[in-house]
């Protein structure tokens, strides 16, 4: 299918993103105070749930992402997103414990398998890497702008603090959900993939130089709670500094992605770039951490200085990091079992993500300042073997039977 009778489709889904994410910016915003203020359950019960949800959405990844392979991604992504959005819409009558443990887990677990099914459908429409990474960046963009003005309305949420503004925030989630499955549904189904009589989720959990090449990506990811856990944890035991830098440094972080995250795309154009990026990432990274490390001494004013330039960094690791995991993911994997390996890759990056809070409570609250240069050890350490891993997986792709 040629790419100028799918550029429309594929401009309505990006608007379906951004609209969706609109929804879970408002959603992660106020579900803390929602579980605990209104639904009034205790901070374990929402431990528990969000930790059975977690560990269903790593069981999924693979399975939903095969499915994708058997059925076609875009119905796989359309059902998903319905079941999403009636979760959701659950949270507005649920009652008691057993009935919120299973709205979560509906709602939660199926969201990584998702991703995959959706980046699946984008290497199905759009032909060649390197536009595939293109349209794949366009989509983030879209989702960062959403996330930010759904934050923003959640604010508004939160300082009115009233029943009715949560009530009314989560059926505009839901109803968020409803426009992206409806506008995935108008989107051209793509080119349909070859049968195989190995099937992908059996073919990818064999595939070990790809899973190595996956694991190693995902740990970058940590990058993620070092901005959500890790840096307000670490401005609130300080004592020293403005709980609101914080929040500036999420700003900063979302004009960065939604501004630079296109070019970064093209940073990584094939594998080999692509484990270069990676490696870059994981050293600005460190770098980030190691000038938070600085910040527990010295003059106020300088020690937010240099919480400012960290975040500079962190922007340049967090948009190497992304670009790598789809320049390295996508090249590696068959095109008849897209949805599988997209999958693992996300099931790979749903593992650490799993950790990542308590990686960075258990390291700053006891090792203080020493705890942000052990993170910056993992990032080098995890990131420097990436060239030869993607080396080894390339290889295995040129081999004439590819059975790992």
């Known amino acids: 299918m040629a790419l100028s009778a799918v550029r429309p489709g594929l401009r309505r889904l990006l608007w379906g993103r951004g609209i969706s994410a609109l929804g879970d910016g408002l959603w992660f915003t106020i579900w803390a105070l929602y579980f605990t203020r ?80 959706r980046t699946a459908m984008v290497a199905g429409l759009v032909p060649g890497d390197a536009e595939r990474m293109r349209t794949l960046a366009g989509q983030r963009v879209a989702q960062h702008v959403g996330y930010a003005v759904g934050a923003g309305l959640g604010a508004l949420v939160l300082s009115a603090d009233r029943p009715g503004g949560y009530l009314a925030a989560i059926a505009g989630d839901a109803a968020s959900f409803l426009v992206l499955a409806a506008v995935t549904a108008t989107v051209p189904s793509g080119a349909p993939v070859a049968r195989s009589r190995t099937t992908g989720a059996r073919l990818v959990l064999r595939d070990r130089p790809y899973l190595a090449v996956a ?11 070092m901005l959500s856990t890790g840096l307000p944890l670490w401005i ?85 990091f992304v670009a790598a995991s789809w320049g390295l993911s996508i090249p590696l994997m068959p095109e008849h079992a897209r ?31 020493a705890g942000w240069l052990l993170v910056a050890a993992v990032f080098v350490a995890c990131s420097a073997p990436l060239p030869a891993l993607a080396r080894r997986a390339e290889r295995t792709r040129r081999e004439p039977r590819h059975t790992i």
Do not use: K
């Open 236 to 320: 609130s035991r300080t004592g020293r500094l403005p709980l609101s830098l914080s929040g500036a440094v999420v700003v900063i972080s979302s004009v960065g992605i939604a501004v630079l995250q296109v070019p970064a795309a093209r940073l990584a154009r094939g594998v080999g770039a692509s484990a270069r990026t990676a490696v870059w990432s994981g050293v600005a990274l460190a770098v980030s951490c190691v000038l938070l490390a600085t910040t527990s001494a010295g003059p106020v004013l300088v020690a937010a200085s240099v919480v400012i330039v960290a975040s500079l960094f962190h922007v340049a690791g967090e948009l190497g």
């Open 339 to 369: 949805g599988a390996y997209q999958g693992a890759s996300e099931g790979a990056t749903a593992t650490v993500q799993m950790f990542a809070p308590a990686v960075f409570t258990l390291t700053l609250t006891g090792l203080g300042a």
């Open 215 to 225: 694991g190693a990506t995902a740990v970058l990811s940590l990058c993620w709670a």
């Open 38 to 117: 209104i639904l009034r359950l205790s901070p374990g019960t929402v431990g528990l749930a969000m930790t059975l949800a977690g560990g269903a959405g790593l069981a999924l990844a693979v399975p939903i992402g095969a499915l994708a392979d058997r059925y076609g991604p875009r119905g796989v992504l359309v059902a998903i997103t319905v079941v999403r959005a009636a979760a959701m819409a659950g949270y507005l009558v649920i009652h008691g414990t057993w009935a919120f443990l299973v709205v979560t887990v509906l709602f939660t677990a199926p969201a990584n398998g998702a991703t995959a099914a």
